[in-house]
Structures are given as structure tokens and as C-alpha cells.
């Protein structure tokens, strides 16, 4: 039998979080780097970041973001890096 998470709590359970934001935000660093570096690939670029719109486009915004802030994008990845190892 299932039990509600409200009474897993009261018992001290805790129940595994498998959305959180730290990992959302990997998630989305790892997406802007690779976009940014398929950018830079020429036959990449022109298979994957032709069009503008819909989920190529969203790709291709993403390495428009990698490629124009490179280094607040570097930034980010680097205290991600930081709290992912020592401080979570």
C-alpha cells in the first residue's frame, strides 16, 4: 500500500526529490555548452541550428545565449560545479 508523503514525512522518510532545481539547472548549462559548441561545427551547425523556429529553435536560441554571454555562462557552470561537489 501506497502512503501519502505527508505521512512519510511525519515519520521521517524522506522520499527521493527527483525534480529539484540544481538539476534543472545542469540541465540547462549542459544544453547552452553544447548548443554553443555545435554553433562553432560547421556541418553541425547547419544540420541542427537551421531553422528559427520551434525545438530546433529553441536550440538555436540556446546557442545564441552559449555564444554571445560565454563567459557568465562559464561562470555559472563553474559555482554549479562547486555546489554540486562540496555543498551538496
Do not use: Q
Not at 500500500?1 to 512519510?8: F, G, K, R, S, Y
Not at 548549462?29 to 547547419?46: D, F, W
Amino acid at each position: 500500500a501506497c502512503l501519502p508523503a505527508c505521512l512519510l514525512l511525519l515519520w521521517g522518510c524522506r522520499m527521493a526529490n527527483i525534480y529539484s532545481l540544481d538539476g534543472i539547472l545542469v540541465v540547462v548549462l549542459l544544453l547552452i555548452c553544447t548548443c554553443a559548441y555545435i554553433r562553432r561545427v560547421p556541418r553541425l551547425k547547419a544540420y541542427f541550428l537551421s531553422e528559427k523556429k520551434g525545438a530546433f529553435g529553441t536550440l538555436y536560441k540556446a546557442s545564441v545565449i552559449g555564444v554571445r554571454l560565454h563567459w557568465m555562462v562559464a561562470l555559472c557552470c563553474v559555482i554549479s560545479a562547486f555546489y554540486l561537489v562540496f555543498l551538496r
